[in-house]
């Protein structure tokens, strides 16, 4: 193969995470959990009366009216895609490209960029605040000098936990002339959400994941809460049946567990408080967070080193160190009581 990719493309890095054989996994923030049993009984069930010769509902009506009811919104409010970030990457298909602007503010999720150059869309960075907060000075300097068509928060942030207040988002979405992607991956940990502040006269628009919370990495569904003229604009950018009739049923059955997955939720929550009490009686800096992971630093020992340590002890988390402003950070996911446990264990020997 002699062809060349674009010449924009060419040295640009993948989007990776270690996967790696070892006894506790905590660095891709995924559940702990799987789903309920009766979940899997009933989309067994559902899974026999597909018509497989058939391609699937192009519109994923059903989905699409059980996402809007789970929300209260219209189902012309609702986009659903191949994982959030499909469904990030069909918004700067649709409103970004090339001549135009994606806004992020560092640091914050590698994604927003990458798919952003993807797309032949011009990345602006702004720097945060020394507490890693999103500075209000920081966006008003880039809206002035680029005025972005598109500009993302992410809210709790990754990897930094913190989701953004309410009135920050407010006043971004007043700042900037374009569309303020709000992406609320982790948002059932947090204490409020921008879903409130959709609408028809409002630039923002809200993202979501079945992976964390509904316990569905495997299989990649996303969605966007926003304007029904935008949400239009999105379809005719999708591919055709672009979600398959398996994805359209499980989505939809998974709505029909939101007790369950409140639940979850709130076990999450108190085991993430457990963990940050925990580093905190260790010699590490730790950040708050609104989300199902905690970023720490260890003061005497680089990053590097801890994360090379715990892997050696079958414990993998995520090594942030090579991020923009988070020299010598680690970022663990939480995951079951035990899992925990194990990390807390090791953590403390290699700091020892």
């Not at 009366?49 to 058939?54: A, C, D, G, L, N």
């Not at 994606?102 to 032949?120: D, K, M, N, Q, W």
């Not at 990053?303 to 402003?325: H, K």
């Amino acid at each position: 193969m002699t062809l060349a990719p674009r010449d924009d493309l060419a040295l640009m890095p993948g989007y990776h995470s270690p996967q790696v054989d070892v006894a506790v996994r905590l660095n891709t923030n995924e559940a702990p959990e799987a789903p309920p049993a009766e979940f899997s009984r009933r989309l067994g069930e559902a899974l026999a009366t597909i018509e497989w010769h058939r391609y699937p509902d192009r519109g994923y009506r059903t989905l699409r009216e059980a996402i809007a009811k789970h929300h209260a919104v219209a189902p012309e409010q609702v986009f659903a895609a191949n994982g959030s970030n499909e469904v990030l990457q069909t918004v700067l298909l649709a409103y970004g490209g090339p001549g135009r602007h994606g806004a992020v503010f560092e640091p914050t999720y590698a994604l927003h960029s990458h798919i952003a150059r993807i797309t032949g869309t011009g990345v602006v960075v702004g720097g945060r605040s020394e507490d890693l907060t999103l500075d209000l000075g920081e966006v008003r300097r880039v809206v002035a000098e680029h005025a972005p068509e598109v500009t993302f928060l992410c809210s709790p942030n990754n990897p930094t936990g913190m989701a953004e207040p309410e009135e920050t988002v407010g006043a971004v979405a007043g700042l900037t002339p374009g569309i303020v992607v709000v992406d609320e991956a982790y948002g059932q940990f947090a204490p409020w959400s921008a879903l409130g502040m959709v609408g028809d006269e409002r630039n923002v628009v809200v993202t979501r994941t079945f992976s964390k919370t509904w316990s569905m990495a495997g299989a990649r569904l996303g969605y966007l809460v926003g304007p029904p003229g935008l949400v239009a604009e999105l379809d005719k950018v999708a591919l055709p049946y672009h979600l398959d009739a398996v994805k359209q049923v499980a989505g939809t059955l998974a709505l029909s567990f939101t007790d369950e997955m409140r639940a979850r939720v709130a076990a999450l929550v108190e085991e993430r408080g457990r963990v940050t009490a925990a580093l905190a009686d260790l010699p590490v800096d730790v950040w708050r967070s609104d989300a199902n992971f905690v970023l720490f630093r260890p003061r005497a020992r680089d990053g590097d080193g801890v994360w090379q340590a715990l892997l050696e002890r079958s414990v993998l988390i995520r090594n942030c160190a090579g991020w923009p402003r988070l020299e010598g950070c680690l970022r663990v996911t939480i995951g079951t009581r035990a899992e925990d446990d194990a990390f807390l264990a090791a953590l403390a020997e290699v700091l020892s």
